[in-house]
């Protein structure tokens, strides 16, 4: 099978590459392996994303570092692509694929033959595409029309021009779009053995200004974007010039030890671990600072608490105590001035009620019935007996009530 490279891709291809064990790419040049429900032997209902795939390298859990994968929703396939290294060797991938609406899985055996390229891109250029996805740029027209306009109006004299780079906007620092359905942009760089022209130069400085002041200027045109007709929207403040690159894929991975193939002796290989070599954790901290910590406090709170409890209750009954007994509770704010007697024995009250009885207060009969009657008694001056009552109220009775001669027992 012919190498597969960016340009080279179409339906026809993936006709062939749906039957295909093997293909072709070139190293230190961008490379795109569709990955179709044709090539499982399945049937594909257009429109509709029923498949699912997952690719590794044959023997090993994941991919090698320079070679990424992406679906493209709009043509219902998965792409593997990347840029092979210089030295890399053929190397098998794994691919399995997952129908979701029945769970049937099926595997292929991918064997890919890296070829050295012949042309080596010493000169390259590097800009960012606004409008097109990564997966908009393995569409063959698309990347033959950007070619032609560079040959025939930019970079005259340069038939060897291909892509060298290729990546998602996001993964070299740029921001999603504000709507989740837009374009997150294309970063690709474009790669020939013929040295600059003088009208890449002139693009250079053209926006050297910008590039001063900003670090992206989707504001910016330059004097060939009439060229590009709005089939390219680019950030010229990513335009960059590179000469005598180092030919690496990608500025995300370095390529130097991603090489694939058999180790050697001297080399480390990654071991499955035994159980008993892998190091024990200790659980003590974690468990002191999320249980015993706030127990410890907790119990010190609580223990506060109840001590501030008990010696207020200590101080309640020893001030109690000390009031009884002592002497009389005397309501000073009533009206009557009335006097309680507390505590005092069957004998103390006879004797103190004997007294009452002889002892008789003078009523005034210039008085009237109204005040006689609402006249509050007054309280005994002699303040060396502690149990003594007080008067009780003046008796009015009934048949003397007109008269104004009151009646007291």
């Not at 002041?213 to 590179?242: A, G, L, N, P």
């Amino acid at each position: 099978m012919r190498p597969i490279a960016i340009a080279g891709l179409s339906c026809a291809l993936l006709l062939c590459l749906a039957g295909a064990t093997e293909v072709n790419i070139y190293s230190l040049q961008v490379f795109a392996i569709p990955i179709v429900p044709q090539y499982f032997n399945w049937s594909s209902n257009v429109g509709r994303n029923e498949y699912r795939y997952e690719a590794s390298l044959l023997g090993s859990p994941d991919l090698p570092s320079w070679i990424h994968y992406t679906y493209s929703k709009r043509t219902h396939r998965g792409y593997l692509y990347g840029v092979a290294p210089k030295d890399q060797k053929s190397f098998k991938l794994e691919i399995i694929a997952l129908n979701k609406k029945t769970y049937e899985t099926r595997d292929k055996i991918l064997e890919v033959i890296v070829l050295e390229n012949d042309s080596v891109a010493k000169y390259q250029i590097q800009l960012k595409v606004n409008n097109l996805n990564v997966e908009d740029m393995f569409d063959r027209n698309r990347t033959e029309d950007l070619f032609d306009i560079f040959r025939k109006n930019i970079w005259r004299n340069a038939t060897d021009l291909q892509l060298t780079f290729l990546a998602p906007a996001v993964e070299l620092g740029a921001r999603y779009p504000l709507k989740p359905g837009e374009q997150v942009g294309t970063v690709l760089r474009l790669g020939s053995s013929t040295p600059f022209s003088p009208d890449l130069l002139k693009i250079e400085k053209e926006i050297e200004p910008s590039t001063k002041k900003f670090t992206t200027c989707d504001f910016k045109q330059v004097t060939f974007d009439r060229f590009f007709h709005q089939r390219f929207e680019f950030d010229w403040c990513y335009f960059k010039m590179i000469e005598d690159s180092q030919q690496q894929e990608s500025a995300r991975r370095d390529l130097s030890s991603s090489v694939i193939g058999p180790p050697s002796p001297s080399e480390w290989r990654w071991a499955q671990p035994r159980r008993a070599d892998l190091p024990k954790r200790t659980y003590r901290r974690e468990v002191f600072a999320s249980v015993l910590a706030p127990a410890l406090l907790m119990i010190l709170l609580l223990g506060g608490l109840g001590a501030t409890l008990c010696l207020r209750d200590e101080h309640l009954l020893i001030s109690s105590s000390g009031k009884r007994g002592s002497r009389l509770l005397t309501d000073h704010g009533s009206t009557n001035g009335v006097q309680m007697i507390q505590y005092a024995t069957p004998n103390s009250a006879r004797g103190t009620l004997r007294s009452l009885s002889v002892a008789q207060p003078s009523s005034s009969p210039t008085l009237s019935d109204s005040q006689s009657i609402n006249r509050s008694p007054r309280i005994g001056q002699d303040h060396s007996n502690l149990y003594l009552r007080p008067n009780p109220p003046p008796y009015v009775s009934l048949n003397n009530f007109g008269t104004g001669v009151r009646s007291d027992f």
